[in-house]
Structures are given as structure tokens and as C-alpha cells.
């Protein structure tokens, strides 16, 4: 069973940063796609960053230009640096893995980021 553990999530004022981490239970990690997710209170999940397997990047709208995905397949584990925090920031960030060409991956339990002064 693949398990994600994720850390770095906490209260920051604005314009501040955190890294996110997200640690993988897998064989072999550079396999999968990584994707951050967050969900604010109300409000839907949805997409925040990915990264392929080869490395290559997607980012949602509100986060291009403050916010890096990147991995280290060696260590199973992928990151989300967060730059020029926003109080719309505050949400459950969930880390999510899956193979190419899969029905389903799998979800961490999530961190929590506020964003507050």
C-alpha cells in the first residue's frame, strides 16, 4: 500500500514562504506524476502544481511565478516552495502520486498552510 507523508505546512504572515514536503512509500518514485492539490474551507479541491515523471511542470493560474514543484526521485519525495504567500493561500495542501496510463494514484492526509497577520 503506498503511503505519502507530507510536512511543512503551518501559519505564515503574508508574503512570506513555507516549503511543502511530500515523502513517498514506493519503489520507484520517478515512475509516478506528483501533484499538489489544496482545498479552502467551502471551496473545491484543486489543482495547484505537477510534475511528470520527466519533470516537466504545470501550475494553476493563482500560484505561476510564486510557487516551484520540483523532485527528488533519489529521496521519493516532492516539494512545493511557496513564495509571496497570499491570505487565498490558506487551504489543506494534499500531495497525490500516480503512474501514467492508471485508474487512480493516492492521496496523503494533507497540511494544513494559513496564511494570516
Known amino acids: 500500500q503506498v503511503q505519502l507523508v507530507e510536512s511543512g505546512g503551518g501559519l505564515v504572515q503574508p508574503g512570506g514562504s513555507l516549503r511543502l514536503s511530500c515523502v513517498a512509500s514506493?519503489?520507484?518514485?520517478?515512475?509516478?506524476?506528483a501533484t499538489w492539490y489544496r482545498q479552502a474551507p467551502g471551496k473545491e479541491r484543486e489543482l495547484v502544481a505537477q510534475i511528470t515523471n520527466s519533470k516537466s511542470t504545470t501550475y494553476a493560474d493563482s500560484v505561476k511565478g510564486r510557487f516551484s514543484i520540483s523532485r527528488d526521485n533519489a529521496k521519493k519525495t516532492v516539494y512545493l516552495q511557496m513564495n509571496t504567500l497570499k491570505p487565498d493561500d490558506t487551504a489543506v495542501y494534499y500531495c497525490?502520486?500516480?503512474?501514467?496510463?492508471?485508474?487512480?494514484?493516492?492521496w496523503g492526509q494533507g497540511t494544513q498552510v494559513t496564511v494570516s497577520s
Open positions: 514506493v519503489s520507484i518514485f520517478s515512475f509516478y506524476t
Open positions: 497525490y502520486i500516480k503512474l501514467p496510463g492508471s485508474s487512480a494514484g493516492s
